[in-house]
């Protein structure tokens, strides 16, 4: 793996936590690509996403809650939901290997991209 110095982690952390923030994505389009690029694998860097993912999250919903830019009854119902699909996809990203995950992580991102391009 890659390695750099911890004050390159921790700016490229601020850019993601801006990102993250700004477009309500999380950040892992951000991190995954990042992760990846330093050598880890598919599993891995879905992992220790998640766990960055966590930390800049909550202090995004922090700096949301004080504006007043949440509705809690939607947030929680997706959330809940995405606890049991959280387990499954942690189970599947094991499954697959790396360049299997770096193709399926383009796609989802490409067919997102294009949907907010077209979409009125």
Same mark, same amino acid.
């Given at each position: 793996?890659?390695?750099?110095?911890?004050?390159?982690?921790?700016?490229?952390?601020? *850019?993601? *936590?801006?990102?993250?923030?700004?477009?309500?994505?999380? *950040? *892992?389009?951000?991190? &995954?690509? =990042? =992760?990846?690029?330093?050598?880890?694998?598919?599993?891995?860097?879905?992992?220790?996403?998640?766990?960055?993912?966590?930390?800049?999250?909550?202090?995004?919903?922090?700096?949301?809650?004080?504006?007043?830019?949440?509705?809690?009854?939607?947030?929680?119902?997706?959330?809940?939901?995405?606890?049991?699909?959280?387990?499954?996809?942690?189970?599947?990203?094991?499954?697959?290997?790396?360049?299997?995950?770096?193709?399926?992580?383009? &796609?989802?991102?490409?067919?997102?991209?294009?949907?907010?391009?077209? #979409? #009125?």
């Amino acid at each position: 793996m890659t390695q750099s110095p911890w004050w390159i982690l921790l700016l490229a952390g601020f *850019g993601i *936590g801006i990102g993250a923030s700004f477009t309500g994505l999380g *950040g *892992g389009f951000f991190v &995954v690509p =990042l =992760l990846l690029w330093y050598g880890f694998g598919g599993a891995q860097a879905s992992g220790t996403s998640a766990l960055a993912i966590l930390i800049i999250v909550i202090s995004s919903v922090v700096a949301h809650h004080r504006l007043g830019n949440i509705d809690y009854r939607m947030g929680l119902l997706i959330g809940v939901g995405g606890l049991v699909g959280a387990q499954l996809g942690a189970q599947w990203v094991s499954q697959v290997s790396v360049e299997t995950y770096r193709r399926i992580f383009a &796609v989802l991102l490409m067919g997102l991209a294009v949907y907010m391009l077209v #979409k #009125k």
